[in-house]
């Protein structure tokens, strides 16, 4: 009740300053530059098939796998390695789909899940066989992970957190203690955390924002305290008004996107690849529409139809992971990390 209060309270505060201030509502001071039309793709964990089905079915891609979102943002909510055979397959596909959105008028982002930063960590008790073939082996694979390798470096240029339409998106959730710091202070941790090789530390611990599942567990309770008084921190830390939290991270028995306390939380692991039990369809659109005179966000789980495609799916696998061994016989992630300019 308290935080529901205090929420309110901010929501009234930061309307009032933001206005004083000339400040345009609902555009935080990230990198990523808002969209009227921005998808949030759950973990994805090595399923390369569902992947792309995911994508196809919510009109992010074409039936040859390019870019055909227009100005939409993608961002991916991490985990895209670890169960599943296909995290390469994934990995590098994403890192090719990254440069075509852009040069059509979109953008893709990732973020970093838990599976990343255990992976970087040499912790590998999820990693299948098929996964280490796609790599080459065991030792292949420990050196492409590395901070000099082509995947060490790519993957550890993914964000920790984004904000954007009054939104935070981060892989598992965002305690009050964590909230309070600000998304770049965060970012800032987290990165200085991972170059420095500290998986100990409190921002990659259990109660950090890779893999708390405290805010889910307590909003599948009925108890929405810990999200809106996250909410809350983050609004006063950024002085901009955060409506809702967007994680991946834990699954969702519903085997759909689920909302929760009114929306401020979003819940987005369905179980999207078939090593977590699920091979299912479903993603998070939020789209920026005319209410009433005013702009406002609403959120929806999408494709509202059900897929029916998931032949043609295959074929697109099929012909994308040719083309992918190709370069990867060519050389791919033998010759270096990517540059910044690339990625």
Not at 145 to 164: K, P, S, V
Not at 166 to 184: D, K, Q
Not at 214 to 231: F, K, N, R
Not at 307 to 332: T, V
Request: hydrophobic fraction near 40%; include cysteine; charged fraction near 20%.
């Amino acid at each position: 009740m308290y935080s529901e209060l205090f929420f309110t309270f901010v929501t009234f505060y930061l309307i009032a300053v933001l206005t004083v201030n000339g400040q345009e509502e609902g555009v935080p001071p990230t990198e990523c530059a808002p969209s009227a039309r921005v998808y949030a793709l759950g973990d994805v964990h090595g399923d390369f098939r569902y992947t792309l089905a995911n994508l196809y079915a919510i009109g992010l891609i074409d039936e040859q796998g390019s870019w055909s979102g227009g100005n939409s943002i993608l961002i991916q909510m991490g985990d895209i390695f670890d169960r599943g055979d296909d995290g390469r397959l994934i990995c590098d596909y994403f890192y090719d789909l990254r440069a075509d959105a852009r040069a059509k008028g979109g953008q893709v982002l990732n973020l970093l899940g838990n599976h990343e930063t255990m992976n970087f960590a040499g912790w590998l008790n999820y990693v299948s066989r098929g996964d280490y073939k796609q790599f080459g082996g065991a030792a292949a694979r420990k050196k492409h992970f590395e901070a000099d390798g082509f995947y060490g470096q790519y993957l550890r240029d993914f964000r920790t957190i984004i904000g954007m339409n009054n939104t935070v998106f981060i892989h598992a959730g965002l305690l009050p203690e964590w909230a309070s710091y600000g998304i770049e202070a965060i970012e800032a941790e987290a990165q200085e955390a991972i170059q420095a090789g500290q998986w100990d530390a409190p921002v990659l611990s259990t109660t950090g924002p890779m893999w708390t599942r405290d805010l889910v567990y307590a909003a599948q309770d009925g108890d929405c305290e810990l999200v809106h008084s996250s909410l809350a921190a983050l609004s006063v830390a950024e002085a901009v008004l955060y409506q809702r939290m967007v994680v991946g991270h834990t699954p969702q028995d519903q085997a759909q996107v689920q909302f929760y306390c009114d929306g401020a939380l979003v819940a987005t692991d369905i179980a999207i690849s078939r090593a977590m039990g699920g091979g299912l369809i479903g993603a998070l659109l939020l789209e920026e529409v005319e209410l009433e005179g005013e702009r406002q966000v609403v959120a929806k789980a999408v494709p509202e139809e059900p897929f029916q495609e998931i032949e043609k799916m295959k074929n697109l696998e099929k012909n994308l992971l040719a083309h992918y061994k190709e370069l990867w016989a060519s050389g791919r992630g033998l010759e270096g990390p990517p540059s910044h300019d690339e990625l």
